[in-house]
């Protein structure tokens, strides 16, 4: 167990709806990063906030959106879904400082139908 | 952009046999970090590195920082049918960039 907690792990939704993806990082972790991971690809680097900030981007679609709460957890915000974004979703965190392991939760697997 | 350029693509071995496995970029990277991943799992941490030329050691992987810092490279002695799965190379990059960017992937099977 990473520490990572992802919800909800499985999400079957139709197109055009919206959906919310949850994180709740490691204990003491600062910063959250959200990766798409589609059939047989690699990771895709959506986003990372660091401490309530973004800190930096990837090639995250203006659908899309993010955000970190104050109490450290992030929400990753897919709207007007098309079939293309069905994929598994994962967030990782990191420690305190900026540049050190990530950790990555469980994902949550996305289908959209 | 940053790239990692991870190889091979897939490997196929018997058990027993040592396995190796690099990234390379064309730009300086400050950590490299190796990854494990299980169908339908997430990622989990094997190895991380933080010098050029560190060699770090976890049961029986093996991993190195390059020392031109634009290279790893992961080695598994003797493997087992559980080392089956997805090997990843991860890295932050030089510049101030935090993104932890990804290869990706060796995926390897191990015939019993």
């Known amino acids: 167990d990473s520490g990572v907690t992802q919800t909800p792990k499985h999400l079957i939704t139709a197109t055009g709806q919206r959906v919310t993806l949850r994180c709740s990082p490691r204990?003491?972790?600062?910063?959250v990063y959200w990766y798409q991971q589609s059939l047989d690809q690699g990771l895709q680097f959506l986003i990372q906030?660091?401490?309530?900030?973004?800190?930096a981007k990837g090639n995250i679609l203006e659908r899309f959106s993010a955000q970190q709460f104050p109490d450290l957890h992030s929400e990753l915000n897919l709207s007007s879904l098309e079939l293309g974004d069905s994929a598994l979703y994962f967030c990782?965190?990191?420690?305190?400082?900026?540049?050190?392991?990530?950790?990555f939760g469980q994902g949550t697997r996305l289908t959209v139908v | 952009g940053q790239q990692l350029n991870q190889s091979p693509q897939s490997m196929f071995i018997q058990e027993g046999e040592d396995v190796s496995m690099n990234c390379t970029s064309s730009?300086?990277?400050?950590?490299w970090l190796w990854y494990k991943q299980d169908p339908g799992e997430g990622p989990v941490l094997l190895i991380a590195?933080?010098?050029?030329?560190e060699l770090t050691s976890n049961g029986r992987l093996t991993a190195q920082f390059g020392i031109t810092r634009k290279d790893s490279f992961l080695n598994i002695s003797a493997s087992i049918p559980s080392d089956v799965g997805i090997y990843f190379c991860?890295?932050?990059?030089?510049?101030?960039?935090?993104?932890?960017?990804f290869g990706k992937g060796t995926k390897l099977t191990v015939n019993p």
């Open positions: 991860a890295g932050h990059g030089q510049g101030g960039s935090e993104k932890l960017v």
């Open positions: 204990s003491g972790d600062l910063s």
């Open positions: 990782a965190s990191s420690g305190p400082n900026r540049v050190t392991e990530a950790f």
């Open positions: 590195l933080y010098k050029a030329g």
């Open positions: 730009s300086i990277f400050n950590t």
């Open positions: 906030y660091y401490n309530g900030e973004e800190r």
